[in-house]
């Protein structure tokens, strides 16, 4: 250390003119200020902004100056260790973020301990020690709150980092400006105001941390929690469709309802036995022998605590927003929670044929309950992902579980064709979630899937981390925030998810052109999610190999308004579903009508 103090850059604080210092320390403040407001810039010009502010941290800690003007060696160390920092990150932008996040937050915590540290060191005044010991607090604050938040680091390392630049380049300012003292001999003590000024600045930052942490905290709490009930005991029954567990369930049942959730066995991806969740629904008067609405619901996320039976309102997160009308026309309600959802994963998000034996094994299983009393009619439904889910539900149903009478099924916007929606929903504002959700399913599922080869390396923390919040979760805004910002770079991938080994998967788990039921598909005209030129291909295709469609599009609808009140395809699709239980025929061709 003492060979290193004898280098010109450990005496930058006594040669760099005053005007330069005033320069640096004002350019900090701006830069954190550009920062702040823009965090959720492209990944390669966020990785330069936050190098460069390293680098100015590290001049304005080399140039900074003391109240006694004896430099302490930590500062000049610190100095050092941001300039080193921020030149890495500069040369090397193709760091991951996470990296930079571990990089930024340790720092900010080395150099706010030994500000701490320097607070007790003898000579200092009140002012002096306050100053240290807050500036110093705040940067321990924000290092923690930078490690702490390490799957939402291009948003949260960005307001921190930029926080931390404004504070300690206005701390520098003051610094400077109060050394301007023209016609003010050296050694005259310091006004008061002046003295506590940087005391002022120092509380600010400790603020300013603090409520950083109060008001994202709540943005941290994940939605639900997984119970006990959810853990497949080790005696399961060996067949799909068999009842493991169930017990009453209450939690926002309609008052003319009885409901349960149950555990049961189903056929993974792999065709080995799986355990599954769903919930079951009937009405508490009537006759009984109820013909049953089997729900796929659409996407909730891909993490284990997703499944819809978790949540504050388990049949309205997965959109079936029509439980007590369904309820009111004296049909049951079985909804599967798929696999990987509540029950163990990994969830096979848009993959087909799971998703189908999920759907048909949760109806099976449900018959097992005496107390339910359910009829032999089943009518499928299923929005979005549970669109497609009923596609593959209607495709197996004869081959797979015979037992099972589907009189119909009703795919509203659904996710046909995985391939097209993959590849345009990952380039629309927000669309990255649901693309996250898809990429770690098939990556979980299929080997030959992997994120080195079809991720960019700057967004793949990103990626795992908005696949780790259920569209229900607080922090889901942050994954929100952060798929903003990738939108001003090239889509999430960096292998067009179109060719390759992916493109195969997906294209596999394209809905099938066969169908044992009458089938009814509704699409929105607006709808952002799921393209209705590529739903009009899928149905196209399903008219040309001989499979009668009756295809209906919405005109103005978007995604989720489709199957809310007041929209008219929700009285068509009782209308339509109660002809089907009622045993109408159907029409044996395709038709199509735009409402």
Request: with cysteine; aromatic share 8%.
């Amino acid at each position: 250390m003492r060979v290193l103090e004898r280098l010109p850059l450990w005496r930058l604080h006594s040669r760099m003119p005053l005007w330069l210092r005033i320069a640096i320390a004002a350019v900090s403040i701006g830069l954190g200020a550009v920062i702040i407001i823009r965090p959720t810039t492209a990944l390669d010009v966020l990785a330069l902004l936050l190098g460069g502010g390293m680098v100015l941290t590290g001049i304005l800690e080399l140039t900074g100056r003391t109240d006694d003007d004896e430099r302490p060696r930590w500062r000049s160390a610190i100095g050092v260790a941001w300039l080193v920092a921020g030149a890495f990150i500069l040369f090397w932008p193709g760091l991951t973020v996470r990296l930079v996040a571990v990089l930024v937050g340790l720092l900010l915590m080395f150099n706010g301990g030994v500000g701490v540290v320097s607070a007790f060191r003898r000579g200092r005044t009140w002012d002096q020690r306050v100053s240290d010991a807050a500036f110093g607090a705040s940067g321990i604050l924000f290092g923690i709150f930078a490690l702490g938040w390490p799957d939402i680091t291009l948003l949260v390392v960005a307001v921190v980092f930029g926080a931390w630049l404004i504070m300690r380049g206005s701390a520098g300012l003051w610094n400077a400006l109060r050394r301007r003292r023209a016609h003010t001999p050296e050694d005259a003590p310091d006004p008061p105001w002046r003295r506590w000024g940087r005391t002022a600045l120092a509380i600010g930052a400790v603020a300013l941390a603090v409520a950083t942490v109060l008001v994202t905290s709540p943005l941290r709490e994940a939605s639900t929690v997984i119970d006990a009930f959810y853990a497949a005991p080790r005696d399961t029954p060996s067949e799909p469709g068999r009842l493991v567990r169930a017990e009453p369930f209450t939690r926002d049942i309609p008052a003319n309802a009885q409901g349960w959730r149950i555990l049961y066995t189903t056929t993974g991806v792999d065709g080995e036995n799986r355990v599954a969740s769903a919930l079951v629904v009937v009405p508490l008067e009537g006759d009984g022998r109820w013909p049953v609405i089997d729900w796929n619901h659409g996407t909730t996320g891909y993490a284990q605590h997703c499944a819809p039976s978790l949540q504050e309102r388990p049949l309205w997160s997965g959109a079936m927003y029509l439980t007590r009308q369904v309820i009111n026309e004296g049909w049951a309600i079985v909804a599967t929670d798929y696999i990987g959802l509540g029950t163990a994963g990994p969830h096979p998000y848009l993959i087909g044929p799971p998703s189908a034996s999920a759907s048909l094994d949760a109806v099976r299983a449900a018959r097992e309950l005496d107390d339910a009393d359910l009829g032999a009619s089943t009518v499928v439904w299923g929005h979005s992902q549970g669109g497609g889910a009923a596609l593959w539900t209607g495709s197996m149903a004869r081959s797979y579980a015979a037992e099972v009478w589907v009189r119909g099924v009703a795919a509203l916007a659904p996710a046909s064709d995985p391939l097209t929606l993959v590849d345009g929903v990952s380039a629309i504002t927000g669309g990255s979630i649901f693309a996250s959700f898809a990429f770690e399913s098939f990556e979980s599922i299929y080997p030959d899937v992997t994120a080195r080869r079809y991720i960019r390396p700057g967004a793949q923390p990103i990626v795992e981390a908005m696949a780790a919040r259920c569209l229900s979760d607080p922090g889901t805004v942050v994954s929100v925030l952060a798929a903003l910002g990738m939108s001003r770079d090239p889509v999430i991938f960096a292998a067009d998810p179109t060719v390759g080994t992916l493109a195969r998967h997906l294209r596999t788990n394209i809905a099938p052109l066969t169908t044992t039921a009458p089938l009814l598909i509704a699409q929105g005209t607006s709808d952002s999610i799921i393209d209705p030129a590529s739903q009009d291909a899928f149905v196209a295709r399903l008219c040309d190999a001989g499979t009668p469609v009756d295809y209906r599009t919405y005109a103005g609808m978007e995604h989720t308004a489709l199957v809310e009140r007041p929209s008219p395809l929700t009285e068509e699709l009782f209308e339509w579903t109660r002809a089907r239980f009622a045993g109408e025929p159907y029409p044996t061709e395709c038709t199509r009508s735009d409402r």
